[in-house]
């Protein structure tokens, strides 16, 4: 079955850039989508198709995909950004999601 | 604006059933397919299905098969997601989601406010 791989934590001091990877069989060739999930919330979809963000998402929020790897990259990373983070992508007919990572702002 | 309004919090003993509601508003109901999400307590999302309100066709996750049923009833804009032969590690927050379409690539642009359910003797 397929697999979305992320790493269990990522530590970022506040304006700085962060990056969260996830890796999966030529996800490249893939749509991969970004969720942000804070203690005790919901979900919130920050990134879609790759790369595009919904209205309402900061601009600071990006992503990229290519090969094996899709990347969601926050730039002056605030102390609100802290949250777990869970990338998304379909297999044939079913959705997987990533283990989701932590993201500390410290 | 969309929204998503699940039934409230559950306990059920283990071997029993339980089945969770998800009405939606703000938006036609018959397009957007509906999902279902869980979340086990400390633990990441995980799948479980989705089911296409116009059709009332389903897609199951291979683990839940057998166990799950996903419904729907479109005069009140509402899906349901009934889980069977309950066990302890089916303890946690579900969650429906509406499927964007083409408008997101098929990412969940809308989430309900979860549903906790507990099993325990």
């Known amino acids: 079955s397929y697999e979305l791989t992320q790493p269990p934590s990522v530590s970022v001091s506040p304006g700085q850039t962060a990056s969260i990877t996830c890796s999966g069989d030529?996800?490249?060739?893939?749509?991969a989508c970004w969720y942000q999930q804070k203690p005790g919330q919901s979900p919130v979809l920050v990134i879609y198709?790759?790369?595009k963000r919904p209205s309402g998402i900061p601009e600071r929020f990006s992503g990229s995909n290519s090969g094996n790897t899709a990347t969601l990259t926050i730039s002056g990373t605030q102390a609100m950004d802290e949250a777990d983070y869970y990338c998304?992508?379909?297999?044939?007919?079913?959705?997987?999601f990533g283990g989701g990572t932590k993201l500390t702002v410290l | 604006q969309v929204h998503l309004v699940q039934s409230g919090a559950e306990v059920r003993k283990p071997g029993a059933s339980v089945k969770v509601s998800c009405k939606a508003s703000?938006?036609?109901?018959?397009?957007?397919?509906v999902h279902w999400v869980r979340q086990a307590p400390g633990q990441g999302l995980e799948w479980m299905g989705r089911?296409?309100?116009?059709?009332?066709?389903?897609n199951y996750a291979q683990r839940f098969q057998g166990r799950v049923t996903m419904t729907r009833d479109p005069s009140i804009s509402t899906a349901y997601m009934e889980l069977s032969t309950l066990r302890s590690d089916d303890t946690a927050v579900y969650y429906c989601?509406?499927?964007?379409?083409?408008?997101?690539?098929?990412?969940?642009?809308?989430w309900g406010q979860g549903t906790v359910v507990t099993v325990s003797s």
């Open positions: 989601a509406r499927d964007g379409l083409a408008m997101t690539g098929n990412a969940f642009d809308f």
């Open positions: 703000g938006y036609t109901f018959n397009v957007h397919y």
């Open positions: 089911i296409n309100p116009n059709s009332g066709g389903t």
């Open positions: 030529k996800l490249g060739n893939k749509y």
């Open positions: 198709q790759d790369n």
């Open positions: 998304q992508a379909w297999d044939s007919s079913f959705v997987i």
